[in-house]
């Protein structure tokens, strides 16, 4: 017999850290490959991106921005920039919006977000930085692409808004189910689930502890950021089968606020 229920404890902080390293391809190297941004309403604030022509000969390179959102696997859809709920695209400026570099040449472009009075919300976009060489003959009027240019290499830098005075950091962990396969090993699964205003840093763990003679196992941390209103599923693996007898298994969210944690816990028998 299985039972479900609800825990929550205070342990110590763990920070979970947002940094992406830089991006690079064959022709382009782009620097950082992410902003954050915490302006608060009414502010403007500017970052600045650097963009290196690492092809052999100059290249043109155009700036577009574009909405996008994560699924519950991780895999990312992209949209037309200003047509989603969480867009700030329709906030960003990029100054120059066309460079043309040299050889490895370098550039410094600005990002600037202006933030209206009235939104404190977490929101995001995406700047794409893409390599262009001019149209000609009947693919010059295409109209989905810019100024006439066709792009060759495109590299993704994702941008965050959120601002400082906003802390309504909120998430929750929901429905431990257990299966077991062939050879005695189970699987247990759960749902991160984002139910604030800010970006998570999520920790989630998994606890089996022998409530007969009191051994407890702690897995590795699976660790990753959540968006708001975004969840994302969660899941482990026992490398071994259990020996007989009556456990308690747990999964613990750390998302790394106020020393909290959220949690879900069921009781098994292996006979």
Request: proline letters at 5%; one cysteine or more.
């Amino acid at each position: 017999m299985k039972t479900t229920t609800t825990l929550k404890t205070i342990l110590a902080l763990l920070i979970l850290s947002m940094a992406i390293p830089n991006v690079n391809s064959q022709e382009l190297e782009v620097s950082p490959g992410t902003l954050m941004f915490k302006t608060n309403p009414g502010s403007s604030q500017t970052q600045q991106i650097y963009v290196r022509n690492k092809a052999k000969t100059e290249q043109s390179f155009i700036f577009n921005l574009a909405d996008w959102l994560a699924d519950e696997k991780g895999d990312v859809s992209y949209f037309k920039p200003g047509t989603t709920g969480r867009s700030c695209a329709d906030w960003i400026t990029v100054s120059p919006s066309l460079v043309t570099l040299q050889p490895n040449e370098s550039v410094r472009v600005n990002v600037t977000m202006l933030v209206p009075n009235d939104n404190p919300s977490t929101k995001w976009a995406v700047l794409f930085v893409e390599s262009a060489v001019e149209k000609t003959g009947a693919k010059a009027i295409d109209k989905d692409v810019q100024m006439g240019l066709q792009v060759a290499v495109r590299i993704a830098v994702p941008i965050y808004q959120s601002p400082a005075s906003n802390t309504l950091f909120k998430g929750t962990i929901d429905g431990l189910t257990e299966t077991l396969d062939s050879i005695g090993n189970r699987t247990y699964k759960s749902q991160v689930i984002n139910l604030g205003d800010k970006i998570l840093n999520c920790k989630v763990y998994f606890t089996i502890s022998n409530l007969e003679t009191a051994e407890e196992f702690t897995s590795s941390p699976n660790e990753f950021s959540l968006l708001p209103e975004s969840s994302k599923y969660v899941e482990f693996t026992t490398e071994k089968p259990l020996t007989k007898g009556r456990y308690s298994v747990a999964a613990i969210l750390d998302y790394g606020y106020n020393d909290e944690l959220e949690g879900i816990q069921m009781e098994i028998e292996v006979k």
